[in-house]
């Protein structure tokens, strides 16, 4: 009995030993562990008293359990003076200079792409002396079909194709039916008629139209253009066009104009830009694969246009605008479009999913 009570003893000096002379709180439960772990001796001997012969088990287990229990408590309060020094020693490193200036606030937001996209096109066009202006979203058949010279068998104004507005019950009828209009076109009459030649405006803003798919959407958005004058030529609109893709696809770019039908202008022309990624080649070195943008083409379609036609300023005659007169040029693009081309978005519905870790990319 006497070499266990010595042994237990020993264990006693040893573990006060260590906590006194632990310099961190790291050590400090390095010794713990080495004298209370579970595989420590003192608590393998508490586990063997139950062996003892009966009448030492009293005195060698009150003598153990002492022993821990004086061992812990040597180990809280040398935990607590440590941390104590610890905490002073941090505070003298890692003072705070509550003179700096703060922490700047982290952004509250960014313009949405289609935004950025829209602004960075009026831009351009407002370099080339164009006027920005906006027309309503509900608006007259009269301005969004007839007045662009629309036949009245055109499958747009079909009522599967367009979103028509309906007069409240009760309500007298109208001489006009109204809609969600199809396109920002209708402000070329309207602005027409608010303005005398000459005039240069480009009309962003909302157009709705009965498609939902990768490439379309009920809701989205599109830029108008209109210019017209005396002598304004369909090499204006090139030039023009040429001067917008260079700005917005690069200095490298080119357009070429392929003919079309539009019912608002005469001549109509599509308007291609060559391809940004393959630089026109139509294959993408250094394995000449096909060039995925393109199709390998080495052109991108990115409007319409064409040369307004002498109906639509036969609607504005009374305004100044006189057919045998003057002439200009017309072009329409998506917004979308033009953002899906410069940043690689492969789905249009992308754009209205609202999903950040999408929108942040464009910041």
Not at 57 to 75: F, P, T, Y
Not at 77 to 98: M, P
Not at 107 to 113: D, F, Q, S
Request: hydrophobic residues 40%; glycine residues 8%.
């Amino acid at each position: 009995m006497s070499d266990l009570v010595g042994q237990i003893e020993r264990i006693r000096e040893d573990a006060l030993a260590a906590v006194a002379a632990a310099r961190t709180t790291q050590e400090l439960e390095d010794a713990r562990v080495r004298f209370l772990g579970r595989k420590a001796e003192l608590p393998n001997l508490l586990r063997g008293v139950a062996d003892l012969p009966p009448q030492e088990r009293g005195a060698v287990g009150k003598l153990a359990n002492e022993v821990r229990s004086g061992a812990d408590a040597a180990i809280t309060a040398r935990g607590a003076e440590l941390e104590l020094e610890e905490l002073r020693e941090r505070l003298e490193h890692d003072r705070v200079d509550v003179t700096l200036p703060g922490t700047p606030p982290a952004p509250i937001g960014r313009l949405h792409l289609l935004t950025a996209t829209r602004r960075e096109i009026e831009d351009v066009f407002c370099g080339l002396g164009f006027t920005v202006v906006e027309g309503p979203e509900v608006e007259l058949v009269s301005y969004n079909f007839d007045a662009l010279n629309h036949d009245p068998a055109h499958p747009a104004r079909a009522r599967t194709d367009t979103f028509y507005v309906e007069a409240p019950a009760g309500a007298p009828p109208r001489a006009d039916e109204v809609l969600l209009r199809t396109h920002t076109s209708p402000m070329q009459t309207r602005a027409m008629q608010r303005q005398p030649p000459p005039i240069a405006i480009v009309v962003p803003g909302r157009v709705y139209r009965r498609d939902s798919d990768a490439t379309h959407t009920p809701q989205f958005h599109q830029i108008e253009g209109l210019a017209v004058d005396e002598d304004i030529t369909l090499a204006d609109l090139k030039g023009t066009l040429l001067a917008f893709a260079r700005a917005i696809f690069g200095d490298e770019r080119e357009v070429r104009l392929r003919p079309h039908f539009f019912p608002f202008t005469e001549p109509s022309v599509e308007v291609d830009v060559s391809c940004f990624q393959c630089g026109g080649s139509g294959t993408r070195t250094p394995a000449h694969e096909r060039c995925n943008l393109c199709k390998g083409t080495g052109w991108l379609e990115i409007l319409g246009s064409g040369m307004v036609d002498p109906n639509v300023f036969a609607w504005v005659r009374d305004h100044g605008y006189d057919p045998e007169r003057h002439q200009g040029f017309a072009f329409g693009m998506g917004i979308e479009r033009i953002a899906m081309l410069k940043h690689g978005v492969p789905d249009l519905r992308l754009f209205y999913d609202n999903d950040v870790r999408f929108l942040r990319q464009f910041g």
